[in-house]
């Protein structure tokens, strides 16, 4: 070969690495994606300001009909089917149990009266509050009206007296919504209900260990509201959209407060999540970085799918951080469209990487293609800028409750994140106010 054609060769050899580390710096799957519905535009205003809910499944062509005909679906297997999660007990309770972990847990009964407050089902309602204080709230003592967070629903009795500082924080907001939806004179005052639960959190003065469930200093919910959890926390625990509900109904007096703790989720958020692939950790310090623990080390797990759908719940109902929360999910979603749309795993390193432990579920130890991340990176789309925001949706409405080849198969938190998303992908996930009584 003579000297011009190495010459050439070279040159060529050049160019070509120019194009793949110049000109090709972004990743192919991160450049948008060709449908015929065009970029989603997602909407400028917050329901608070306007009144109105986004029906995403309506915008990316599915019928009204057949969208009614899912949510119905997705209560009814949950709620109602042979696999449903949701157990009456007696003539006038209930609960939702963790059925992998044989357990009825603060997140599940939460979850079960948001959806029963959303959909206006009144009679589930009322079951799961009673069951909730019968067996799980805490009658005197230090942790009065606190929460036992894991009970053992055959027996009623605790499997650990702590709380999750979640369970409260739904529990208050549930309680509010149905005092605006229903009243409190139709035999429970869900008002006075909420109001004890806030009044005594703020009556917690570190006896025998129980805080309140803010760590006041930094304005942030904490993980777990006794000594050993006070002072870091998870990052799927921060719900502004819901101490802006407090500010607006709670009616105690500390409403300045609750915008504060509202405005600094947003920034810990912003924080927390990782600078490109969007993913956040299961545990962090206030700062926002990781709080490795042990084995979990810094991983985006199982508690971390629950982050994309709060974000987005913040966005469709108060709209008060809209250009980051749109850089957020085309982030987030860029990342798992590039690691495959219908194969992405559900645990990851926050920089993208595979963990070297994987955490467990239900007696399997293996990463899949997970319908609850599926669920939540789907109900971030309302927050999308992109075209293939509408992947995302289209993969919720493709998901089916159902077991996995392998046998797998957890209906309590895969059907219930998966029932979440489709609620507010259908615009039916709602600030409910007095004027839907």
């Known amino acids: 070969m003579n000297k011009n054609i190495n010459s050439s060769v070279s040159l060529f050899v050049l160019i070509g690495m120019f194009l793949i580390t110049g000109c090709a710096s972004v990743k192919p799957c991160e450049n948008d994606v060709k449908d015929t519905r065009a970029k989603m535009k997602p909407w ?81 309602f009322d079951r799961l509050w ?3 204080k019968a067996y799980m709230q805490h009658q005197g003592g230090p942790r009065d ?24 924080l739904y529990f208050v907001t549930d309680l509010l919504f149905a005092s605006n939806r229903w009243g409190n004179d139709t035999g429970i005052d869900y008002y006075a209900e909420a109001r004890r639960i ?38 799927s ?6 101490y802006e509900v407090w500010a607006e109904y709670a009616k105690d ?22 600078p ?32 994309p759908m709060n974000i987005a719940m913040d966005y469709s109902w108060y709209a008060k951080d809209i250009k980051w929360q749109q850089e957020y999910a085309k982030r987030f979603q860029n990342f798992l469209y590039c690691q495959g749309i219908d194969t992405y795993n559900d645990q990851y390193n926050i920089d993208g990487s595979r963990p070297e432990w994987i955490l ?31 992947k995302f949706v289209d993969e919720v409405w493709n998901a089916k409750l159902e077991p996995y080849e392998d046998g797998y198969f957890d209906p309590y938190f895969d059907g219930l994140l998966y029932l979440f998303s489709v609620m507010h992908l259908s615009g039916n996930y709602r600030i409910i106010t007095p004027d839907m009584k």
């Not at 009204?64 to 119905?72: M, R």
């Not at 625990?237 to 819901?242: D, K, Q, R, S």
């Open 198 to 235: 806030l009044n005594a959190m703020w009556a917690k003065d570190g006896t025998m260990g129980v805080k309140n469930v803010i760590n006041v200093e930094h304005k942030q919910i904490n993980f777990v509201p006794d000594e050993s959890g006070y002072d870091w926390t998870d990052p």
């Open 237 to 242: 625990y921060h719900l502004p959209a819901f």
């Open 360 to 390: 467990p579920a239900g007696g399997y130890q293996k990463l899949r293609h997970s319908l609850g991340l599926v669920s939540t990176a789907g109900a971030a789309s309302i927050m999308g800028t992109q075209t293939k925001s509408w």
């Open 276 to 307: 490109e692939t969007g993913l956040t950790p299961d545990y962090s310090e206030f700062s926002g970085a990781p709080h490795s623990r042990g084995q979990m080390g810094e991983a985006f797990r199982y508690d971390s799918w629950r982050v």
């Open 253 to 274: 007096g500390r409403e300045a407060f609750y915008r504060d703790l509202a405005d600094t989720a947003r920034v810990f958020l912003h924080r927390a999540t990782h």
């Open 130 to 132: 009673r069951w909730t």
């Open 44 to 124: 400028e205003a917050g329901a608070w300001e306007t009144g109105k809910y986004r029906n995403v499944f309506l915008e990316a062509g599915y019928s009204q009909a057949d969208i009614d005909a899912k949510l119905a679906k997705a209560y009814y297997d949950t709620f109602e089917g042979p696999d449903r999660v949701y157990f009456e007990v007696g003539d006038s309770m209930a609960y939702v149990s963790d059925l992998k972990n044989k357990d009825a847990r603060t997140e599940g009964l939460s979850y079960g009266l948001m959806v029963a407050v959303q959909l206006d089902k009144k009679e589930v």
């Open 145 to 168: 009206a606190y929460f036992a967070w894991s009970v053992d629903p055959k027996t009623g009795k605790p499997n650990s007296e702590g709380s999750a500082s979640d369970g409260e």
